[in-house]
C-alpha cells in the first residue's frame, strides 16, 4: 500500500512547482533537500513523522557533530515516528534517532508560523516522540509544530579531549542547532515561513532554548521564544569538570575497547555508573565554543538575543519522595527550619517546606530575575506562573513539573495526560491561545483572554490558579526578593 501511495506521488510531482507544501490525493506531500516526503492525515492536521534532519551519528560519526544528509529525490512515506535517543528507560530507543516530526494544518497554504518544541528530561531522557507532544491542537489553529529528537547522556554531552570536536562535547546542542538549520532549509515546504520561528520547551528543554539565545551560531535561526520551568541559575559544568567526568567515562567502557565501537549497552552501563555519583555527570557544559557563559551571567551581561519572551515556572515543580532528600533540601538552605516555616506558613510538614523552598529556589526566582533581566534589554517578556491543578487530581496533587505541558498541547487519555475536566480544557483552550498568539505575533494578547501585561520593569505575570487567570503584581514578591542570592550580600 505504502509503494503505491509513494507511486501516485511521484506521478504528482511531475507537474509540481516550487517547494512549497502540495497534497496528492488525500495524502500530504513535500519536497525538501533530502528528498520527496509523503506524510499522513488525521481530521484537519496532516503530519510528517521520522524525518532525518541530520545524517546518523553512529560508527565513526559517534561523538562527532551532526553532518549532512545528501540531497536525494528519492520518495518515502513519514508515517511513524523514529526512534528515541538512546536512554536506560526505552528500549526501542537507538543511537539512529536524528528525527524530527512536522504537524501543520491539511490543506492550509502558507506560509504559517512555526513552533519548535525541545523536550525536557535532564539531558538524560526523553523524546519527541512523546504522545503528550503531539502537535495537533496547534496545526488546528493554522501554525506548523516541529518537535524534536536530540543526542543524550554521555551521546550527547561527552567532553573528553580524544573524543571532543573542536573542544567541544555539547553534542545534544549541536543536534538542535542543525534541526533548526533544517527548519530553516526545508519548513517552506511544509507551508512554514522560515523568519518566523518561535522555540518552546520545558525544563532541559528550556535551559537549551537560553544556551540557544546566547549563542552566536543559532541566533539568526529563531525569532521567538518560550522558556517553560528553566532552572535560569543553574551553574553549567566547567570545561575542566566536563572532561573530569568524560576521563571517568571512557575507562569505564573497556581499557582496549575503541569507544566508537563498543555495543550501546555497555555505554549505557557506564553512563549509569556516572550519573549514580553525579547527576550533573552528562549536561551542557561551558566550551568557550557553543557556550560561553552561564545562563545567569549571560543575561544579566545582556548577551541574549533581544527577542520576544515568554517565561514562567510551576507553582509546585517539586516532590521530595524521602527524608534524606528533605534533609539535603532543607540543609542546603543556608537557614533553619524555623525561618523556613515563616517563609512558608501554610506549610504542614518539613516535607512541605523542602518542596516549596526548593521550587523557588531553583525555578521561581531564578525565572524572576531572567525576566527582569531580559525585559531591561527592552525585549517584549512575559512572565507566567502556572498554579492550575486538574480538576480531578486536587485531593492529591502530583509533582508538578511538567504540569502545564498537557494544558499547553491540549492532549488527553495517553500516558501522562489524563482526562480533563469542563474547566481543565477552558483553562487549557486559554493557555494554548497565548502560546498561539505569541508565536504568531509576539504578543500573547487576543480576543475573550485575560491581558497579560509585559514584565517591563515591573514584577508583572500572568497567574493561573485553580480559582482564576489573572494578570499583575506577583503576590511572592517580598518572599522572593529574600530568596534571591543578590538580597543576601
Known amino acids: 500500500m505504502r509503494s503505491l501511495l509513494a507511486l501516485i506521488a511521484a506521478l504528482g510531482l511531475l507537474c509540481a512547482g516550487p517547494a512549497v507544501a502540495q497534497s496528492v490525493g488525500q495524502y500530504p506531500f513535500a519536497l525538501t533537500h533530502a528528498g520527496q516526503m509523503l506524510g499522513a492525515v488525521e481530521g484537519e492536521v496532516a503530519s510528517f513523522k521520522g524525518l532525518a534532519y541530520a545524517a546518523p551519528p553512529v560508527g565513526s560519526l559517534r561523538w562527532r557533530p551532526p553532518q549532512d544528509l545528501p540531497e536525494s529525490s528519492e520518495m518515502s512515506t513519514a508515517y511513524d515516528y523514529g526512534a ?8 526501542a530507543a537507538r543511537e539512529d534517532c536524528l528525527t524530527l516530526n512536522v504537524f501543520r494544518p491539511f490543506g492550509v497554504d502558507g506560509p504559517l508560523p512555526v513552533m519548535v518544541f525541545f523536550h525536557g528530561g535532564g539531558f538524560v531522557t526523553g523524546t519527541a516522540n512523546d504522545p503528550l507532544f503531539d502537535g495537533s491542537r496547534f496545526a488546528q ?7 524534536v529528537n536530540y543526542r543524550l547522556g554521555a551521546l550527547g554531552w561527552l567532553m573528553h579531549p580524544a573524543l571532543s570536536e573542536n573542544g567541544s562535547g555539547n553534542f545534544g546542542l549541536m543536534d538542535q542547532i542543525m534541526a533548526l538549520h533544517w527548519v530553516h532549509d526545508n519548513i517552506a515546504a511544509f507551508g512554514g515561513d522560515a523568519s518566523n520561528v518561535t522555540l518552546f520547551g520545558n525544563g532541559a528543554g528550556a ?5 540557544l539565545m546566547l549563542c552566536a551560531q543559532s541566533r539568526d535561526l529563531f525569532q521567538k521564544a518560550i522558556l517553560q520551568s528553566v532552572p535560569g541559575r543553574a551553574r553549567l559544568p566547567s570545561l575542566q569538570e566536563a572532561e573530569d567526568a568524560g576521563k571517568q567515562f571512557v575507562p569505564a567502557l573497556g581499557q582496549k575497547a575503541d569507544p566508537r565501537a ?14 549514580d555519583k553525579s547527576s550533573r555527570s552528562f549536561a551542557p557544559a561551558v566550551d568557550g565554543r557553543l557556550v560561553t557563559e552561564d545562563i545567569a551571567a549571560g543575561f544579566a551581561a545582556g548577551h541574549e538575543s533581544r527577542i520576544p519572551l515568554i517565561i514562567g515556572s510551576n507553582d509546585d515543580e517539586t516532590r521530595f519522595d524521602s527524608d534524606r532528600e528533605v534533609k539535603d533540601a532543607l540543609s542546603s538552605a543556608g537557614e533553619s527550619i524555623d525561618e523556613l516555616r515563616k517563609l512558608y506558613p501554610d506549610a504542614k510538614k518539613p516535607s512541605d517546606v523542602a518542596d516549596s523552598f526548593y521550587t523557588d529556589k531553583v525555578f521561581t526566582e531564578p525565572v524572576r530575575m531572567l525576566a527582569r533581566l531580559h525585559a531591561a534589554t527592552g525585549a517584549p ?6 498554579a492550575y491543578v486538574p480538576e480531578a487530581r486536587r485531593g492529591n496533587p502530583d509533582e508538578g513539573h511538567e504540569r502545564e505541558l498537557q494544558f499547553i498541547f491540549g492532549v488527553e487519555g495517553v500516558p501522562g495526560a489524563g482526562i480533563f475536566s469542563r474547566r481543565d480544557r477552558e483553562v487549557a483552550n486559554r493557555m494554548r491561545a497565548y502560546w498561539i498568539n505569541f508565536a504568531k505575533t509576539g504578543d500573547p494578547n487576543g480576543a475573550e483572554l485575560v491581558h497579560w501585561d509585559a514584565a517591563a520593569d515591573h514584577d508583572h505575570l500572568l497567574l493561573v490558579a485553580n480559582d482564576r487567570i489573572a494578570s499583575g503584581d506577583d503576590p511572592l514578591s517580598a518572599r522572593l526578593d529574600g530568596l534571591a542570592p543578590e538580597s543576601k550580600k
Not at 84 to 91: H, I
Open 84 to 91: 528515541p535517543c538512546l536512554q536506560p528507560s526505552l528500549p
Open 207 to 211: 535551559t537549551s532554548i537560553a544556551l
Open 381 to 386: 517578556t512575559f512572565r507566567y506562573r502556572f
Open 141 to 147: 489553529a493554522g501554525l506548523i509544530v516541529v518537535t
Open 262 to 275: 563498543v555495543q550501546p549497552a555497555r555505554l549505557l552501563a557506564a553512563e549509569k555508573r556516572l550519573l
